[in-house]
């Protein structure tokens, strides 16, 4: 086992140990809290296990709605698939993806991220590189002009999340004071974690000659040259409403993956749209640390999200798993598996077109 293994399956254990102390941690709190609910009600701590609960509950679920769920799940990675070749062609090399390449690339990356959490964007880039024959460093590029599309995409559900459910979420601010006061201490530390990092980047850039110099840094140098090759194509969409539209879709059916999964459970069955959009944007948000899949984090984050609208902290916490395990198992391992199947055979005598000089091509 070479060194480059041994640092990705020790980044793997360390992400798997982070998502699953969270998790330990959200299921320990619920689990107290379902003791004392079951000691109020009369009934022996023997007959009060929680796992037990959170197997039946998932047992009950409504397979129907979870099957629309995973449809949601592939009609969005499809259009992401479809606004990626869209970036692709704007590279002006003349290359033509074929979409299945990209949506098998996608949950490949999927896939990957529940192992080595980032590195599945590494994977689809290398998958899509591979076999398209692109510069892997310009399609990074395209992945990160979708990352920044992203972003954007979800600062703006959480705005409508707070416009929209604003009643209940900052009556429950207001509730708990001693948190409102560390979110407003947390917003200074990241609007200086951004002023600090601009300002590394403007020093990078002054003082880039001498740095040049250093055989280290123009690697470095070249790989961002790349990047921003596959930044500048955004400015050569073919139809830049298209790729609006599908970008649109593709945010739209994530919120449609979280609302129609309430439906599934008795519980939270009776919730509205707007309690499913704070529910999905605090899962989005809690996706975002490093943990394969969001694991702990999102179940900590939909679970508070969940109980803002009155939904009992062990129901809460049995949705989170619904939900979670759902995606996890039936859409990214499923479809992923199907992708390292697929892939290699789809592209077993396929000649992409267009061609690129690049020395970092997967092809070389």
Request: net charge neutral; hydrophobic share 50%.
């Amino acid at each position: 086992m070479n060194k480059e293994t041994l640092v990705n399956v020790g980044k793997g254990l360390l992400f798997l140990l982070i998502g699953g102390g969270i998790l330990y941690y959200v299921f320990r709190q619920q689990d107290l809290a379902y003791q004392e609910e079951c000691a109020k009600q009369g009934v022996a701590a023997a007959d009060c296990s929680l796992l037990n609960k959170i197997l039946t509950d998932f047992a009950s679920a409504d397979f129907g709605w979870l099957a629309l769920v995973l449809l949601c799940f592939t009609i969005s990675n499809l259009s992401r698939a479809l606004r990626w070749n869209m970036l692709l062609r704007g590279l002006g090399e003349g290359h033509q993806p074929k979409t299945i390449n990209g949506f098998l690339s996608i949950n490949l990356g999927y896939l990957v991220n529940l192992f080595v959490p980032r590195a599945g964007e590494v994977a689809r880039a290398g998958a899509m590189a591979r076999y398209e024959k692109i510069g892997v460093e310009k399609v990074m590029g395209t992945i990160v002009v979708g990352r920044m599309i992203d972003v954007l995409s979800i600062l703006i559900m959480t705005a409508l999340a707070l416009f929209f459910g604003s009643e209940t979420i900052y009556g429950w601010i207001e509730e708990n004071a001693v948190l409102g006061e560390k979110l407003a201490g947390l917003q200074w530390l990241l609007i200086g974690s951004a002023v600090a990092g601009l300002a590394g980047l403007l020093l990078l850039y002054w003082f880039r000659e001498r740095l040049l110099r250093v055989a280290l840094f123009r690697k470095i140098w070249n790989i961002a040259l790349g990047f921003l090759e596959g930044l500048k194509t955004i400015l050569r969409l073919d139809s830049p409403l298209l790729f609006f539209v599908h970008s649109i879709v593709i945010w739209v059916m994530y919120y449609l993956m979280t609302y129609l999964c309430l439906f599934a459970f008795e519980p939270t069955a009776g919730l509205g749209p707007v309690a499913g959009l704070v529910t999905f944007v605090a899962g989005g948000w809690g996706i975002v640390v490093p943990s394969p899949g969001g694991m702990g984090s999102y179940h900590f984050m939909t679970s508070a999200a969940l109980e803002l609208y009155g939904v009992a902290g062990d129901d809460a916490f049995s949705w989170s798993n619904i939900s979670f395990f759902s995606i996890n198992l039936g859409c990214n391992v499923l479809i992923g598996l199907l992708a390292v199947i697929l892939l290699p055979r789809i592209n077993r005598n396929y000649s992409p077109s267009g061609t690129t000089k690049s020395p970092n091509d997967a092809s070389s």
